[in-house]
């Protein structure tokens, strides 16, 4: 596609549940990133792709966040047993590996734990 | 964690008046970004400014950096309504960090 696609674009549960969110990146960009961004924190990184391998997973909360990328493609952050402090918008985005290249960002998906 | 702060936090002009937004930054960068959220969407990228530049236009827009201050300025002149969003800065460290460490953002509101 044209740009960075995430779904779904909202999503609601109760806590204690697990979520799944997905990205897929623009075609042809091989560092995929997610960031988390909430009102009391900003926007934070979470973890960064390189292909399928993850050499930075340094921003994940906890061990409840987990995520995968596989073809060098889609990539899904997974958040297990949700906590109301996992209420955020999540953000992908994507590059080229060449450095000094601009991240570029999709819309978001906006998860509220009840 | 957030890399520096932006100020001012919040800023309200005029159609037609120039806006400056200041960004701070603590360790040493590869380069520097400024991007743009409107209300409830994604971030767009707007401007890239390498650690060796120390100003970069684009269309509208001016970004300086002063790297022996850590700090960065963007200015958009001739404001309009459209303009209006929160506007983040963000770093990518020096070394093998790829990752972009945000500013707290400034929140631009440009009145018709």
């Known amino acids: 596609g044209a740009g960075v696609s995430q779904s779904p674009s909202n999503k609601v549960t109760e806590k204690g549940k697990d979520v799944e969110l997905r990205c897929d990146p623009i075609?042809?960009?091989?560092?995929l990133y997610w960031y988390r961004q909430s009102l009391g924190q900003g926007l934070e990184f979470l973890i960064y792709f390189q292909g399928n391998s993850a050499p930075d997973k340094s921003g994940l909360p906890s061990d409840r966040f987990s995520a995968e990328r596989t073809g060098g493609s889609v990539s899904t952050l997974t958040i297990q047993r949700t906590q109301q402090e996992d209420s955020a918008v999540y953000l992908c985005?994507?590059?080229?590996?060449?450095?000094?290249?601009?991240?570029?960002f999709g819309d978001g998906t906006r998860l509220s734990i009840l | 964690s957030q890399q520096g702060e932006e100020d001012p936090q919040a800023l309200s002009i005029q159609e037609g008046e120039n806006a400056t937004m200041n960004c701070s930054y603590k360790t040493s960068i590869n380069n520097l970004q400024w991007y743009r959220q409107n209300s409830g969407r994604g971030l767009v990228h707007l401007i890239l400014i390498r650690s060796n530049e120390r100003e970069k236009h684009s269309g509208r827009l001016r970004v300086t950096l002063d790297t022996s201050k850590k700090s960065s300025s963007l200015l958009i002149t001739a404001s309009r309504a459209a303009d209006t969003a929160s506007y983040f800065c963000?770093?990518?460290?020096?070394?093998?960090?790829?990752?972009?460490?945000f500013g707290s953002g400034t929140q631009l509101t440009v009145l018709p």
């Open positions: 075609s042809g960009h091989t560092a």
């Open positions: 985005a994507s590059s080229s590996s060449i450095d000094n290249q601009p991240q570029h």
């Open positions: 963000a770093s990518i460290s020096s070394g093998s960090a790829r990752q972009l460490t």
